[in-house]
């Protein structure tokens, strides 16, 4: 007996609440344009609501099967009950249109809205890539096998270039935590991506002990083949701006300059050999004498 009067009060409820969302819909529809939105009570508005609630979620979820890229159905959901409500607003009754199709026209409209909203690859790039699609189904309907790059790009009328660079910009956004394998081998995808900033430890090895070796072979060098290397390399000066600084031809800063790699090449040779650098401090040397 309880059992029976709560299903017929179950019963009575969705009765009730599907009555109250035709009654909604209809009170809306012989309103007029400028009271319709204002004059439905709140117990209409909520019915209203949960007539197109599932209607929203419909849509949604077939525009996110249409566009899988990095769309999220609960904010085309969103966006769908927004487009009720600029539907609620907009609404006229006396263009003998009935409010549902006008709704989801608006409902539909803000769906998309929001899809370019949340787009963020170029519609040229989405648009050459439908062509590719459409252009590798015709030839595959016609011949009976894929075609391969060159046939394709030929079909298209396209560099081969361009379509390996449309071919290789992918739309789809991946989540780096998205799992990769199962069991004891399963990960994530940022575990196995690469890492460009991690420089590999041997050759963080070596560039240390060529920069100690440069160093130590720099001290080597007189005063003046030191400023015009410093000059040259680190100032970006040309060879006659250094000689007007350090009171020197352009020619004479030349053999400056050749004479101090020369002796670079020595003393590093000298160091790569298992050799020891006879370094003084620089400011002990004398400055090299170069005539004008």
């Not at 508005?45 to 899988?68: D, S, T």
């Not at 003998?96 to 963020?120: C, P």
Request: glycine share 8%; aromatic share 4%.
């Amino acid at each position: 007996m309880d059992e029976h009067s709560d299903s017929s009060q179950g019963l009575g409820v969705e009765s009730k609440t599907a009555g109250s969302s035709c009654t909604a819909t209809r009170a809306l529809e012989a309103l007029g344009v400028e009271t319709g939105y204002t004059q439905l009570d709140q117990e209409q508005m909520i019915a209203l609501l949960n007539e197109f609630l599932p209607i929203i979620r419909r849509m949604a979820g077939a525009m996110a099967l249409k566009n899988p890229f990095s769309l999220d159905i609960e904010d085309l959901t969103s966006a769908g009950a927004m487009g009720l409500l600029s539907a609620l607003k907009r609404y006229d009754p006396t263009r003998d249109i009935k409010f549902r199709t006008f709704a989801e026209y608006r409902i539909r409209g803000m769906m998309l809205d929001e899809i370019r909203a949340m787009d963020w690859v170029p519609r040229s790039i989405r648009t050459r890539r439908e062509q590719i699609r459409q252009a590798m189904n015709e030839y595959l309907q016609k011949n009976g096998t894929s075609p391969t790059t060159e046939e394709l790009a030929k079909t298209l009328g396209i560099p081969q270039k361009e379509l390996e660079d449309v071919a290789a910009s992918d739309p789809r956004m991946l989540s780096l935590d998205e799992p990769i394998g199962y069991g004891d081998d399963g990960c994530t995808l940022r575990d196995v991506l690469p890492d460009d900033d991690h420089q590999d430890p041997f050759v963080a090895c070596a560039d240390a002990e060529m920069k100690g070796a440069l160093q130590a072979a720099l001290v080597t060098l007189s005063i003046r083949q030191q400023e015009v290397l410093e000059l040259y390399y680190h100032v970006g000066l040309t060879m006659k701006e250094i000689g007007g600084r350090v009171g020197l031809t352009e020619s004479g800063v030349c053999r400056v300059h050749s004479g101090a790699l020369r002796q670079l090449r020595v003393e590093l040779d000298g160091i790569e050999s298992g050799g020891r650098v006879k370094s003084r401090p620089k400011n002990l040397r004398k400055p090299e004498v170069v005539p004008a």
